[in-house]
């Protein structure tokens, strides 16, 4: 962990003077009630707040610290306070690495970061250097963002996928969205923990974990699934540990974990983005994408990351000319879902949408799920060979099958939880470009698009598509595996197809969030967003984190178990 320069409390101190000017801002005097707080708190890195998860022994600092991540800044805030002077972004740099210690490596021990980049303080301060002569790079100057520890850049920080295999894998590059995004000026604040190797390495796994990162927690309910893989990008935003996150997804990684820790994600369409970089799983799948607070704030990253404007400056179509389809089939059973989409689904039609249900829907291929697996797994196998080789010469490993044998002989380590099935499986398959890839990823493509989305539009009539992005987050199983309820809504069909998709926080049951899936077809990208902007303005249903320890710490589910005696 990085430690705070000497002179940042010095200068906090004189930024807690102004806290008593009648002019500051709503917004400036919640930052400046953190600045103070933070004044206070009597730690370094590794000092050892308890570990204990039980909120009674929490130490008077890290209540506080839980206490103000409601306040803490989305983006639009924070570029608002940054422009007045309120705080700069070495400031806020700082806030959040104090954050981290606490709540992260502390505390909660949400271990949703892996790694600080050492150089983030630096980074900040030379946005302030061009803030202050009047110099902007972008939206994103001076923003702290995490990057998803399977996205390499050229920070003095390995990429390791959370395995022991990359702990040496140092990038002198970055890679291609981590370089448009610090050409725009954000501060990489650090790496996120994941889902190990993008969670594709057994079908036994366990969501949020990886041998260097740990156990990632769900900061709302700690026992909870973060879901994955971009389990640590979602928590940490959600917890308010940065500003905007970075996340991948092949199949559900974007989407589910800011499903489950009630923030936006936006996975774009495949080959928007550029991939070079990041630790492959599939080529016909693969694709980076924002987890933040706000749309806005993906839409924001979305200029960045296209280097663009193309997202902001579309003239987006108010609710009232959108029609939205309701995929009732893949809604689900469960009432508590039900009632806040149903409450959510009103709160649409009531802003001037008009809603489609549409309750029937077949797969065209019988074989989809085992076609699916099947062009990962060729995918895999021959794009991560591919990766190791390039870097061999910092690497102890240098194909797939040389990473099976190192986990083997790490055993006590990087199979401690589970096991490597679809490595071992993946090493088995016939060539990327054969006949037997050919044709699986031909029906699965087919029948997630042209055949699934497109037809799902087309016939009724609608520019969208809306359904839950999933079901309830279970508890963590850290013996038998994720063991997840029966799946809701259809965001398979998006990843697949490779078309985008945005969740944004409908509600929650119980302390749990829950996220609403919006869908569209190929390229409609800034669609997505924008008419994903305009639900979530009528939403407004963005949870805090309340860091319960377990479901059972719930008010309304003390009182059901102490019963009426």
Same mark, same amino acid.
């Given at each position: 962990?990085?430690?705070?320069? #000497?002179?940042?409390?010095?200068?906090?101190?004189?930024?807690?003077?102004?806290?008593?000017?009648?002019?500051?801002?709503?917004?400036?005097?919640?930052?400046?009630?953190?600045?103070?707080?933070?004044?206070?708190?009597?730690?370094?890195?590794?000092?050892?707040?308890?570990?204990?998860?039980?909120?009674?022994?929490?130490?008077?600092? $890290?209540?506080?610290?839980?206490?103000?991540?409601?306040?803490?800044? #989305?983006?639009?805030?924070?570029?608002?306070?940054?422009?007045?002077?309120?705080?700069?972004?070495?400031?806020?740099?700082?806030?959040?690495?104090?954050?981290?210690?606490?709540?992260?490596?502390?505390?909660?021990?949400?271990?949703?970061?892996?790694?600080?980049?050492?150089?983030?303080?630096?980074?900040?301060?030379?946005?302030?250097?061009?803030?202050?002569?009047?110099?902007?790079?972008?939206?994103?100057?001076?923003?702290?963002?995490?990057?998803?520890?399977?996205?390499?850049?050229?920070?003095?920080?390995?990429?390791?996928?959370?395995?022991?295999?990359?702990?040496?894998?140092?990038?002198?590059?970055?890679?291609?969205?981590?370089?448009? $995004?610090?050409?725009?000026?954000?501060?990489?604040?650090?790496?996120?923990?994941?889902?190990?190797?993008?969670?594709?390495?057994?079908?036994?796994?366990?969501?949020? /974990?990886?041998?260097?990162?740990?156990?990632?927690?769900?900061?709302?309910?700690?026992?909870?699934?973060?879901?994955?893989?971009?389990?640590?990008?979602?928590?940490?935003?959600?917890?308010?540990?940065?500003?905007?996150?970075?996340?991948?997804?092949?199949?559900?990684?974007?989407?589910?974990?800011?499903?489950?820790?009630?923030?936006?994600?936006?996975?774009?369409?495949?080959?928007?983005?550029?991939?070079?970089?990041?630790?492959?799983?599939?080529?016909?799948?693969?694709?980076?994408?924002?987890?933040?607070?706000?749309?806005?704030?993906?839409?924001?990253?979305?200029?960045?990351?296209?280097?663009?404007?193309?997202?902001?400056?579309?003239?987006?179509?108010?609710?009232?000319?959108?029609?939205?389809?309701? $995929?009732?089939?893949?809604?689900?059973?469960?009432?508590?879902?039900?009632?806040?989409? #149903?409450?959510?689904?009103?709160?649409?039609?009531?802003?001037?949408?008009?809603?489609?249900?549409?309750?029937?829907?077949?797969?065209?291929?019988?074989?989809?799920?085992? #076609?699916?697996?099947?062009?990962?797994?060729?995918?895999?196998?021959?794009?991560?060979?591919?990766?190791?080789?390039?870097?061999?010469?910092?690497?102890?490993?240098?194909?797939?099958?040389?990473?099976?044998?190192?986990?083997?002989?790490?055993?006590?380590?990087?199979?401690?939880?589970?096991?490597?099935?679809?490595?071992?499986?993946?090493?088995?398959?016939?060539?990327?470009?054969?006949?037997?890839?050919?044709?699986?990823?031909?029906?699965?493509?087919?029948?997630?698009?042209?055949?699934?989305?497109?037809?799902?539009?087309?016939?009724?009539?609608?520019?969208?598509?809306?359904?839950?992005?999933?079901?309830?987050?279970?508890?963590?199983?850290?013996?038998?595996?994720?063991? /997840?309820?029966?799946?809701?809504?259809?965001?398979?069909?998006?990843?697949?197809?490779?078309?985008?998709?945005?969740?944004?926080?409908?509600?929650?049951?119980?302390?749990?969030?829950?996220?609403?899936?919006?869908?569209?077809?190929?390229?409609?990208?800034? $669609?997505?967003?924008?008419?994903?902007?305009?639900?979530?303005?009528?939403?407004?249903?963005?949870?805090?984190?309340?860091?319960?320890?377990?479901?059972?710490?719930?008010?309304?589910?003390?009182?059901?178990?102490?019963?009426?005696?």
């Amino acid at each position: 962990m990085t430690k705070i320069s #000497n002179s940042f409390a010095v200068r906090l101190a004189a930024l807690a003077a102004l806290a008593a000017l009648a002019a500051l801002s709503m917004l400036r005097r919640k930052i400046l009630s953190i600045v103070l707080a933070l004044i206070t708190m009597q730690f370094v890195a590794g000092c050892g707040e308890s570990a204990d998860t039980d909120p009674k022994n929490f130490s008077e600092n $890290l209540t506080a610290a839980l206490a103000q991540t409601q306040y803490m800044p #989305n983006l639009q805030a924070l570029r608002a306070d940054l422009a007045s002077g309120a705080v700069t972004s070495e400031d806020m740099v700082a806030i959040y690495l104090q954050r981290i210690a606490l709540i992260d490596k502390n505390g909660p021990e949400l271990r949703s970061v892996i790694a600080i980049n050492p150089d983030a303080i630096e980074q900040a301060r030379n946005s302030d250097k061009r803030r202050g002569a009047n110099i902007q790079l972008s939206p994103l100057d001076g923003i702290p963002v995490l990057i998803k520890d399977n996205i390499e850049t050229r920070d003095p920080l390995p990429t390791t996928a959370g395995s022991s295999a990359l702990l040496n894998n140092y990038s002198q590059d970055d890679s291609a969205v981590v370089a448009r $995004l610090r050409a725009a000026g954000a501060v990489i604040l650090g790496k996120a923990n994941l889902s190990q190797w993008a969670n594709f390495r057994s079908s036994n796994s366990i969501s949020g /974990w990886s041998a260097v990162g740990g156990q990632v927690k769900n900061p709302h309910v700690l026992d909870r699934s973060p879901c994955g893989s971009s389990s640590g990008s979602g928590a940490a935003v959600a917890a308010g540990l940065t500003t905007l996150a970075l996340g991948t997804e092949t199949n559900g990684s974007i989407i589910c974990p800011a499903h489950v820790n009630g923030v936006v994600g936006f996975k774009p369409t495949v080959g928007l983005l550029p991939t070079q970089g990041i630790i492959p799983i599939s080529a016909s799948q693969d694709t980076a994408g924002p987890m933040t607070k706000t749309v806005t704030g993906a839409i924001e990253m979305m200029n960045v990351l296209t280097a663009s404007n193309r997202f902001s400056g579309i003239e987006a179509k108010p609710l009232n000319q959108i029609r939205i389809g309701v $995929l009732r089939f893949a809604e689900g059973n469960n009432p508590h879902i039900s009632r806040v989409f #149903n409450e959510s689904l009103t709160k649409i039609e009531q802003a001037g949408a008009s809603l489609v249900d549409i309750y029937e829907f077949q797969l065209s291929d019988s074989n989809y799920w085992a #076609n699916e697996l099947a062009t990962l797994e060729i995918e895999f196998a021959q794009s991560i060979t591919q990766f190791l080789e390039e870097r061999a010469e910092r690497l102890p490993v240098s194909s797939l099958n040389s990473l099976i044998l190192f986990n083997r002989d790490h055993a006590e380590v990087e199979l401690a939880l589970f096991g490597q099935e679809h490595f071992i499986s993946s090493a088995e398959r016939p060539e990327a470009g054969s006949q037997e890839h050919i044709r699986a990823l031909k029906a699965i493509q087919l029948a997630s698009g042209q055949h699934g989305i497109d037809k799902l539009l087309k016939e009724a009539n609608v520019d969208l598509l809306t359904a839950p992005s999933g079901p309830m987050s279970p508890p963590v199983d850290l013996i038998n595996g994720d063991i /997840w309820p029966t799946w809701v809504g259809a965001g398979y069909l998006a990843a697949i197809a490779g078309y985008p998709h945005l969740t944004i926080p409908m509600g929650e049951v119980r302390g749990l969030p829950l996220g609403l899936s919006i869908m569209g077809a190929a390229d409609q990208d800034a $669609l997505v967003l924008s008419t994903g902007r305009e639900i979530e303005a009528a939403l407004q249903s963005a949870p805090f984190p309340a860091f319960l320890v377990s479901a059972s710490s719930h008010s309304e589910i003390q009182t059901a178990v102490k019963g009426m005696q």
